[in-house]
């Protein structure tokens, strides 16, 4: 298993992926959280496009319509998972606009167990898609580089943090502390971390908040001298990993979120059937509901059927069905 200090390097380092123009739609006057869910991801990435579009050309950009989205992917969240499954099916081109929105979708999970109230929670979200919004002011054969990196080319790259915030700044805005999370998501607690190496209290817990979230982005997200991490497995090397580097109530509030056996992951029963992670029960990490895939050559009923682990007791998952 990759050590998690080089897989942090990487995420730093190799944002791949191919630029993928996507016009900005005109937002509706009236926007409500009672959208379908799935709009609030495409929404999210739409607005991040544009907002790309004009670092890179100089333009003027404001925040009200990401204010707006951010208010609606919190209450999606508040009402079910859909925006989660989204995160993990790991669809789109643009490996940048995806992370900004998986990232905010993700520490929204994670200060859900922090008991953030709800404009906290907003605010969460903004600093979720605008945490690396300084690499849309370096040059794209950079950001999008595949093959290995300078040494200055790499520090050129780490300083992002401070070009973001002072794009923030520009604003105006009255958001100290998504302005805060963008400058010091890439430090660590154990002082390894990027730009100023600040350590422990030096670090805002938002910052370490959208920083978990975008390592565990990153570790699943593909790489092309790699596949990404399936989500247990990036769980995993985030436990074994990540101690030092991150506050232990904020790595468990992650755990407790997404559990050992994140939505999604697909395993395999003492009985040899396998399933997929369909919902979690958050007081048995262990033990999730799954969609068990009925027996092949089956003429009748569904083709999968729902079981309970906590219920079913004599059932337990046995393994990690790896992917592909």
């Known amino acids: 298993m990759a050590r998690l200090t080089d897989l942090i390097r990487e995420q730093a380092t190799q944002k791949d992926g191919n630029p993928d123009v996507i016009g900005v739609p005109n937002p509706p006057s009236t926007p ?23 670092v890179q050309a100089g333009q003027s950009w404001k925040l009200d319509e990401l204010t707006r989205i951010a208010a609606g992917v919190v209450a999606s969240l508040g009402a079910n998972d859909r925006l989660v499954h989204a995160v993990l099916e790991r669809n789109g081109k643009d490996y940048l606009i995806n992370n900004a929105v998986n990232v905010a979708i993700v520490s929204v999970k994670i200060a859900e167990i922090l008991r953030y109230d709800s404009a906290k929670l907003e605010q969460v979200a903004l600093a979720g898609f605008l945490h690396d919004i300084g690499m849309f002011a370096l040059p794209d054969t950079l950001v999008y580089k595949t093959g290995s990196l300078t040494e200055g080319e790499l520090q050129f790259l780490r300083e992002h943090p401070q070009h973001g915030a002072r794009l923030f700044k520009e604003l105006g805005t009255a958001h100290p502390a998504v302005g805060r999370a963008i400058l010091q998501e890439h430090e660590r607690r154990d002082g390894s971390g990027y730009p100023n190496r600040l350590t ?19 570790l699943m997200g593909p790489r092309p001298y790699r596949r990404g991490m399936s989500p247990h497995r990036a769980i995993c090397t985030l436990i074994a990993n990540g101690k030092t580097m991150f506050p232990h109530h904020i790595l468990k509030a992650l755990i407790d979120q997404f559990s050992i056996y994140p ?40 083709a999968s059927k729902t079981v309970d682990l906590r219920a079913e007791t004599s059932l337990h998952i046995v393994e990690v069905v790896p992917i592909g």
């Open 263 to 302: 939505l999604g992951t697909t395993v395999r029963l003492n009985t040899g059937e396998t399933g997929v992670v369909s919902q979690l029960n958050r007081q048995y990490a262990l033990r999730p509901i799954l969609q068990v895939s009925q027996q092949a050559g089956s003429s009748h009923g569904p």
């Open 200 to 218: 422990g209290d030096q670090i805002d817990e938002m910052a370490f908040v959208i920083g978990l979230a975008d390592v565990f982005d990153a």
């Open 32 to 54: 409500s959280p009672s959208v379908v869910e799935t709009d609030w991801y495409q929404r999210a990435g739409h607005a991040i496009q544009g907002i790309k579009q004009a």
